[in-house]
């Protein structure tokens, strides 16, 4: 996989590094952070309580990581209802590039992001490209309240435990919020961003992914 290191909150990417397989090690430990944020999301506070009482945000890591087409594995059977009625599968978007990005209304990051979020789905829509938000430990209230206020159009799923997302923990798990997944054409999970994401970089990103001559594959 190819990581890119990014900067403070907000700032671009400003480098790269290759990174190394951990072996079980490592995969123990991502699936430890995961359960940890997702874990800490609880009723509208902005990140987990500790002994003392105080919340505290679970950030990310701050690393894009991008995995070449070669090395690519498959996306799960991800799926689940959306916010104001309906259904997302996963399965039913293979052919187009599908950005999944993971907010909840009480994360400042996600808030601060939203509007790219927006912008870029709007820009690459006409690309093969589908935006699904998936809303965590949150209510129905302040999700639709967070969409009115920030004009998010794409749809999002609702994971009210974050049980939902638990299906990417083999591949590429979503361990913060706000994270932001990418899959490509052929339904492999391409990107995966820890962290608030610009606009620049989330339009490089998911371009750089829609332009690949990947065909869907069967399964």
Not at 18 to 46: M, N, Y
Not at 87 to 111: I, K, Y
Request: net charge negative.
């Amino acid at each position: 996989m190819i990581g890119m290191r990014a900067g403070p909150l907000g700032a671009p990417a400003t480098g790269l590094h290759r990174q190394r397989d951990g072996g079980a090690a490592a995969v123990a430990t991502l699936l430890l952070t995961f359960g940890l944020a997702v874990a800490g999301c609880t009723d509208g506070q902005v990140g987990r309580s500790d002994q003392t009482g105080q919340t505290r945000y679970v950030e990310g890591s701050g690393v894009v990581t991008v995995v070449p087409p070669a090395d690519r594995r498959p996306a799960p059977a991800f799926a689940g209802p959306l916010l104001g009625g309906g259904q997302f599968s996963l399965a039913d978007a293979r052919g187009e590039v599908v950005v999944l990005n993971v907010w909840a209304s009480w994360c400042p990051p996600c808030r601060a992001e939203a509007p790219a979020l927006q912008a870029v789905s709007e820009e690459l829509a006409g690309n093969g490209v589908r935006f699904v938000g998936v809303n965590i430990r949150d209510n129905e209230t302040d999700a639709r309240a967070f969409e009115r206020e920030f004009g998010i159009e794409y749809p999002s799923v609702v994971d009210s435990n974050g049980s939902l997302l638990l299906a990417f923990r083999d591949t590429l798990p979503p361990s913060a919020i706000p994270s932001t997944l990418v899959v490509d054409r052929a339904g492999r999970m391409a990107a995966r961003v820890l962290d608030q994401i610009t606009e620049t970089s989330l339009r490089d990103l998911v371009t750089q992914v829609a332009a690949e001559d990947t065909a869907p594959v069967d399964g």
